[in-house]
């Protein structure tokens, strides 16, 4: 008969806590996902809605103490205070700790410093609670191995996304299942290397026909940031994951149906088009 523990490990999943862009829809919150590995969460990107999204999923605030950031563009971080001063009040006891690139740190002492006002008042007033879980330790991050624990090991890879020197795609490896996500990225050889033979592939999708209906601008900007719904295809295709979930969404126009079928010219493969809250297994 298997123990708790080992049904635990068995079921490593992806919720999406977030599957849009920087564009407010009011059906999609702004970029999260959480990986999570028996009793263990690990968020990563802090998309706009974070929190309440999670909670919406059923995570309970107490488990909140993980966090992956990919890179510091706004849609990925606007939700970054959330998370830091939203589950202490809720019942976390443990301090939180964040990994990302070079610049966290700071954005994270920033924060801290924005609202210290309200950290005096609730870890020095009358309001009852665990002072450890308004902690936060802010790690900035190397390509390389950077986190491990029983449940899973972490692993970063850079990737290309426009103007920013640092930006990271994670691997998470578990005892039942490999979950790779992408962040924003383009075409990228170095995601295709890490994410090989993974069982689940996030990653970020715009549509290749809207984007050639857009602006010269537009399109120089976006060809340089994110990735083309065909290359999506080509690089499952050189992945082969068993499940292709798609999030960061922009279809410009395009149907879901119009974007899986541009995916699919390149990789047969199951493809999910991500909503906010699905869970893939």
């Known amino acids: 008969m298997l ?3 080992a049904v635990w490990a068995q079921d490593t999943r992806v919720i999406l806590l977030g ?16 990986v999570v590995s028996g009793d263990r969460v690990y968020i990563v990107d802090c998309g706009p809605g974070v929190v309440r999204r999670a909670a919406q999923a059923g995570i309970r605030m107490e488990q ?5 950031i990919t890179h510091l563009h706004s ?20 301090a939180l700790e964040v990994f990302g690139p070079p610049g966290l740190h700071a954005m994270t002492a920033n ?5 210290k006002q309200d950290f005096d008042i609730r870890l020095h007033g009358t309001q009852p609670g665990e002072p450890r879980g308004f902690a936060v330790a802010a790690h900035d991050i190397r390509p390389g191995t950077i986190y491990r624990d029983e449940r899973v090991r ?26 790779v996500i992408s962040g924003d990225t383009t075409y990228s050889d170095a995601l295709i290397a890490a994410a090989k033979g993974c069982d689940i ?5 715009y549509s290749q026909k809207g984007w050639e209906g857009r602006t010269p601008e537009w399109r ?12 999506v295809g080509r690089i499952a295709a050189q992945v082969r994951p068993r499940k292709l979930v798609l999030y960061h969404l922009l279809p410009m126009g395009q149907t879901t149906e119009d974007v899986l079928g541009e995916v699919r010219r390149n990789w047969q493969g199951e493809v999910i088009y991500g909503k906010d809250l699905d869970v893939i297994r």
Request: proline share 10%; with cysteine.
């Open 3 to 5: 123990t708790c523990a």
């Open 19 to 34: 599957a849009g862009t920087p564009n407010p829809e009011p059906d999609r919150m702004g970029p999260a996902v959480a």
């Open 64 to 68: 909140l103490t993980r966090g992956f």
């Open 75 to 94: 849609d990925h971080t606007a939700g970054y205070p959330d998370l830091i001063l939203t589950p202490p009040n809720a019942g976390r006891r443990e």
């Open 111 to 115: 924060i801290l410093k924005a609202w």
């Open 154 to 179: 972490v692993v970063a890879f850079a990737v290309p996304h426009g103007a920013w020197k640092h930006a990271y795609g994670y691997r998470f490896e578990a005892r039942d299942k490999t979950i």
């Open 201 to 205: 592939l996030v990653h970020e999708v």
């Open 220 to 231: 120089k900007y976006h060809a340089a940031y994110h990735t083309s719904a065909p290359d």
